[in-house]
């Protein structure tokens, strides 16, 4: 890994924060270029879901399931992980993470019933679950104490390899069958290589970084507003993650359903909204950085439920249209609620970081079991019906302290790493 480079912009945050490590943009890609292959893998589950279902038999409800084993074996060890590694960083174990999404591939490319697909599932869930508390917690470092720029590329990567799971699927993995899965392997050996020199940097840097934190460790918040805004970042995280389990794991059956489409056209449209996740997650940090990260969560949330309400009655060209917009302005509350709960939670990076990517994945699979038994009950279309209110949630974002200001608050919580 090339040593990091200093950033120019926003002088004052990166020098009094972090000294001479200045924002290292090289460590940042290559944490988000990882991401990129983790979530890709990861994605290609999804997106195989109307081949899994017809070669297996299944059921939406069982669709379901393979999403919440998947999902929840990820959200119950990624808090664990991210408290263990606040006290004992181990940041070679990201390569580690890798592995066992290459494991979880192997196996899917063979998987022949629906337990084999669940051991698939949860091996990819576990990968999750040891990449993203580190992965995080590296990113911080490499932010210069632009905490805000740092996340959103770290989380791009992570979306922009979600948007291109489903367009291999349909350029691949339909077209020559389950097994062609296996040929993605190459996909986590090329990751375990980058995220193996990504941790040599964090080895060498790993000293450094936690004198700056302990030197500069800002003054906690009160416990009660930290419970109170806890509880309002949950109501959000619930909100966002309970209606993007409709969009990741329904859209492809309710275009088929109400438009009688193709599943690779469906899957070109779920790539449509990935694709704007994936740039909405790219603005959501800087921004908040900026004007302040409730400012960002506020409209991200709530700005989204005019076009959530429209898509169940919306054709198929508006339907793309909306998606696109939902994906891009729901997907910039991400990064900000993160930097926001670790400026509310200082010194506990890897624990907060755990916490809200284990909650977005343990969300995302009840969501998906939940709506797919409620999918088999009213059909996909009510499911979209039912899910349009979800935003509405988003109300709650005024009850959320401003932590951007004063501004000296906001440059203390910078130093935390």
């Known amino acids: 890994m090339s040593p990091p480079a200093t950033a120019t912009a926003h002088p004052s945050t990166a020098t009094s924060t972090h000294g001479d490590l200045g924002t290292s943009f090289p460590v940042l890609g290559a944490i988000s270029l990882s991401h990129l292959l983790n979530d890709m893998m990861q994605s290609l589950m999804l997106a195989i879901y109307p081949l899994l279902k017809g070669n297996l038999h299944l059921s939406f409800g069982q669709i379901g399931l393979i999403t919440l084993t998947y999902q929840i074996t ?105 097994r062609s899965i296996a040929w993605f392997s190459a996909a986590a050996l090329l990751g375990m290589v980058v995220l193996a020199l990504v941790g040599r940097w964090a080895g060498r840097h790993l000293g450094a970084a936690r004198k700056r934190s302990a030197a500069h460790a800002p003054q906690a918040h009160p416990p009660a507003m930290v419970r109170r805004t806890m509880a309002v970042l949950l109501a959000l995280v619930f909100s966002k993650f309970f209606y993007l389990a409709s969009i990741n794991s329904y859209l492809i059956f309710f275009l088929q359903q109400r438009f009688g489409v193709s599943v690779r056209d469906a899957q070109l449209h779920l790539f449509i909204f990935l694709a704007a996740v994936a740039s909405g997650t790219l603005l959501g940090g800087p921004i908040g950085d900026r004007i302040g990260r409730k400012r960002v969560i506020w409209v991200s949330i709530l700005g989204v439920a005019p076009f959530t309400l429209a898509l169940p009655y919306a054709s198929l060209g508006a339907s793309a249209l909306l998606t696109a917009i939902i994906g891009f302005v729901l997907a910039s509350a991400f990064p900000a609620m993160v930097v926001y709960a670790q400026e509310l939670m200082p010194g506990k990076v890897g624990a907060v970081s755990g916490l809200f990517f284990g909650l977005a994945f343990g969300l995302g699979g009840i969501g998906a079991a939940a709506l797919g038994q409620l999918a088999d009950l009213v059909g996909i279309v009510g499911v979209y019906k039912v899910c349009s209110f979800l935003p509405l949630i988003g109300l709650l974002a005024a009850l959320l302290p401003d932590l951007h200001q004063p501004r000296q608050l906001a440059n203390r919580g910078a130093a935390s790493a």
């Open 74 to 178: 990820a959200s119950i060890l990624q808090p664990l992980v991210g408290l263990y590694t606040d006290r004992k960083p181990r940041p070679y174990s990201l390569s580690l993470g890798m592995g066992f999404t290459f494991v979880g591939l192997l196996l899917l490319s063979r998987a022949d019933s629906f337990g084999h697909v669940l051991i698939a599932a949860s091996c990819v869930g576990m990968g999750s679950s040891i990449f993203h508390p580190e992965s995080s917690r590296v990113a911080r470092m490499a932010s210069g104490g632009r905490h805000g720029l740092a996340q959103s590329i770290f989380q791009v990567g992570g979306n922009a390899g979600s948007a291109l799971g489903p367009l291999l699927a349909a350029a691949i993995i339909v077209s020559h069958g389950q």
